[in-house]
């Protein structure tokens, strides 16, 4: 088995690290970001990765700027990698870095590049309401994952998707593939197959505030926000001027109702929203200070909530 170094940081990478050490691939070192400062005490937290890393007793290079780094880059031409893994790190690795592998560096991306290049590929497919995505394994380049196409494959997204269940059949997914065809890379039976430039789309970091809500919006516009926003960073409007977020929903497209968008109305025994388009059912809301509920339970306990006009996120 080849040995290898590994650059990855949340769940996704996680997995996919899991599958290489199963596989009994030798993982010389997984570099991963700094630990974060996460929940309510703000203590630092280490990545998915870097817990995967621990469990297995890996060395773990965490540089905040790698291509700055001059330590973690000369141990990491000392340990003389034959290929390089790649799956959602955070950084674009330096030419020095790609260069340290003959075999080079193998990225694992969660869309059929070259659709949804960037950061957040799963959301924005999710938000554009595909029928479908999935894995794409290249040889990465220093460019916002350019890189020619080593192999691909397809998965169906479900009607009620959300960014998290996504992620974790895609995370599956990318595993097997790569250990699919990692042995083949290694034999030299593979070509790499240029990206068509001419296709290519982005799919931007997410900003904390996209999950601002606004009601003019269709009702299936907005349910694609919140199964895209799943966890992170949610979605959210405001209810006599206190935060009020939408943890799921379901659009009722054809279904049309007196009053401006944002009017709260009742629907049999669920709760609806008018939109610019349709009525939003909801499901599950989480109020201010509050533990997630079912939006009737809420409804119940403030019967002034139904007529009410929720005002946009933003």
């Known amino acids: ?93 330096p030419a020095e870095v790609l260069a340290l592998a003959p075999y080079g560096c193998i990225g694992v991306h969660a869309s059929l590049l070259p659709k949804y290049r960037g950061a957040a590929p799963i959301p924005a497919a999710l938000l554009a309401g595909e029928e479908e995505t999935g894995i794409t394994l290249m040889l990465t380049d220093e460019g916002m994952d350019t890189g020619p196409i080593i192999a691909q494959e397809a998965l169906a997204i479900s009607p009620r998707e959300t960014a998290e269940t996504l992620a974790a059949r895609l995370a599956e997914l990318g595993a097997r593939l790569l250990a699919e065809t990692l042995p083949r890379w290694l034999k030299g039976d593979i070509t790499p197959r240029p990206q068509d430039e001419c296709l290519a789309t982005y799919a931007p970091p997410i900003a904390k505030d996209a999950g601002a809500i606004r009601w003019g919006r269709s009702a299936v516009e907005i349910d694609r926000q919140i199964r895209a926003f799943t966890p992170w960073p949610g979605t959210f409007c405001r209810y006599e001027g206190a935060l009020l977020k939408i943890l799921s929903a379901l659009p009722w497209p054809d279904v049309k109702q007196e009053g401006p968008p944002g009017k709260v109305v009742r629907v049999g025994g669920a709760v609806g929203v008018i939109t610019g388009q349709g009525l939003l059912i909801l499901e599950r809301v989480q109020p201010a200070g509050k533990r997630p509920m079912r939006a009737q339970d809420f409804a119940r306990g403030r019967p002034e909530f139904i007529g009410a006009i929720l005002n946009d996120g933003a």
Do not use: H, N, W
């Open 1 to 93: 088995m080849a040995r290898l170094v590994f650059f990855g940081t949340p769940p996704f990478g996680a997995v996919i690290l899991e599958g290489l050490l199963s596989a009994g691939y030798e993982v010389l070192a997984v570099v991963t970001q700094p630990d974060r400062p996460a929940g309510r005490g703000r203590r630092l937290q280490p990545s998915a990765v870097k817990q995967v890393a621990l469990k297995y007793g890996l060395e773990v290079l965490q540089p905040a700027r790698l291509r700055r780094d001059r330590p973690t880059l000369d141990r990491l031409r000392a340990l003389a990698p034959e290929v390089m893994v790649l799956a959602s790190y955070g950084q674009i690795l």
